[in-house]
């Protein structure tokens, strides 16, 4: 790994990137990709060389969540993610980007696309490499060194016969876009209580989805979010 060194190793205030890593996997969270950054480049924060990509870590990122002090509060999920990132950017002398609290919004979307790890899907969702259709992204560390990033990886939907495209029993999420109002009113039928209760069955049909740990119950949980 690229970056000064002070103290033991380090980015920033001294942390290797795999203490880093260890770190993150502490709070069942990972590096889902990275870029570097060109010096100066607009968008960024001041100083930016070097972007990480932060999601949940599997197995064990929904029970450790549940077990910390936000849960039971309004929000848990992004109030968890301000303090847990932002303590360790703060630590690293980075800034914590994350993808709510707007608008303004920052690209995550264009931002996971520049990693070589997340591509355009079939349905216009997100897949990624490892958690396909299921991948979510919990923050963003902007660090003022660069870094080595997580290698390019194969795109999973190249050679895929692409179940994503007819999953939706609503005809809601096909590769023509995403029909929200048709969605929710999906939702409202009894019919739709398959998909509130296990999570969106065109995230599910992603073979590589299928293939990684995420609980029915975290979701569920973010689909009645969704539906409220």
């Not at 770190?23 to 001041?46: C, K, N, T």
């Not at 707007?102 to 690209?107: A, D, E, K, L």
């Not at 029993?169 to 590769?175: E, I, K, R, S, V």
């Amino acid at each position: 790994m690229a970056g000064r060194q002070t103290g033991e190793a380090g980015v920033g205030a001294g942390l290797a990137l795999p203490a880093l890593e260890a770190r993150l996997a502490a709070e069942r969270l990972e590096i889902l990709g990275g870029f570097a950054v060109a010096e100066g480049e607009a968008g960024f924060p001041a100083g930016t060389r070097t972007m990480l990509m932060l999601g949940p870590k599997e197995p064990g990122f929904w029970a450790h969540l549940q077990a910390q002090p936000e849960w039971g509060e309004p929000g848990p999920v992004d109030r968890w993610s301000r303090r847990v990132i932002g303590r360790i950017a703060c630590d690293l002398g980075a800034k914590a980007l994350f993808p709510f609290g707007g608008p303004p919004y920052h690209p995550f979307y264009q931002w996971a696309l520049r990693t070589g790890r997340v591509w355009d899907s079939p349905v216009r969702l997100l897949v990624h490499s490892d958690q396909g259709l299921m991948v979510s992204f919990r923050g963003a560390l902007a660090l003022k060194d660069v870094v080595d990033v997580p290698p390019l990886a194969d795109r999973p939907c190249d050679g895929c016969p692409a179940p994503c495209l007819t999953a939706c029993p609503a005809g809601a999420l096909t590769g023509a876009g995403y029909d929200v109002p048709g969605c929710h009113a999906w939702l409202d039928r009894p019919e739709g209580e398959e998909c509130l209760s296990g999570g969106c069955l065109v995230r599910r049909a992603c073979p590589v989805s299928q293939s990684y740990a995420r609980l029915p119950e975290q979701s569920a949980y973010h689909m009645r979010q969704f539906h409220r």
